[in-house]
């Protein structure tokens, strides 16, 4: 069965540092990743995502994420956090046909502080 | 165009009623996802409807069950309602298609049971 592990339940960090939120997932097959966020008292939006091509992703409002296929893993990165990143993280799959239902991980709330 | 739509906001419900959650996914889209979202245990797959059939279902109790209607519009009952029932309960649309694979949700309708 597949499964994601975010292994980071809170990350508190000041404007401006650098953020890894770690991604990993268990599936015995090709898969499609996915980054989505949940911004307080908003819906799910998507981040970013991959299906294929090139592993190193760029989404929406500078945030990125690397697919390594050896170590099962999609971290999101993002350089340089503001207050307004502050929010609820999740990373999903589901096989690369896309007729599965999205697995997710159990998120990671991210806190930036001034 | 449109997003995902979703009713009633919120729902509250006595222990064995039964409530029924509304969604309304963004024109073209054929696909309907349904998920729980309790707090600690992130977000659970539930159903997915496609074209008007039940395609999967999640690991839940037959009392979880819905439909899709010809406009693809889709309802989840869920029956003889137990507290932890309690939770939000998202929808989320795809266009069916090669490659079309991101998953669009609603803002959740936020059931209480008491």
């Known amino acids: 069965a597949q499964s994601v592990s975010q292994h980071n339940h809170h990350v508190i960090l000041s404007e401006a540092a650098s953020l890894e939120l770690g991604c990993n997932y268990s599936y015995g097959g090709t898969v499609n990743l996915f980054w989505y966020v949940q911004y307080p008292g908003q819906h799910l939006q998507l981040l970013l995502k991959?299906?294929?091509?090139?592993?190193l992703v760029k989404g929406i409002k500078g945030f990125e994420a690397e697919f390594i296929k050896s170590k099962f893993s999609f971290n999101l990165r993002k350089p340089s956090v503001q207050w307004s990143d502050t929010a609820e993280y999740f990373c999903?799959?589901?096989?690369?046909?896309?007729?599965?239902?999205?697995?997710f991980g159990k998120g990671t709330r991210l806190s930036v502080i001034a | 165009e449109a997003g995902v739509t979703q009713s009633p906001t919120h729902l509250i419900k006595t222990r064995g009623q039964q409530a029924t959650l509304r969604c309304s996914p963004i024109s073209g889209h054929t696909s309907v996802y349904w998920y729980q979202q309790a707090l600690g245990l992130g977000l659970q797959f539930l159903l997915w409807y496609d074209e008007g059939e039940e395609r999967n279902r999640g690991n839940f109790p037959p009392r979880f069950s819905g439909r899709q209607f010809p406009n693809y519009s889709s309802e989840l009952n869920v029956n003889a309602l137990e507290l932890e029932d309690s939770a939000l309960y998202l929808c989320?649309?795809?266009?069916?298609?090669?490659?079309?694979?991101?998953?669009?949700f609603g803002p959740g309708t936020r059931l209480t049971v008491t």
């Open positions: 991959y299906f294929s091509g090139d592993p």
């Open positions: 989320a649309s795809r266009r069916t298609g090669t490659g079309l694979y991101e998953q669009y």
């Open positions: 999903a799959v589901n096989a690369n046909s896309g007729n599965t239902p999205l697995v």
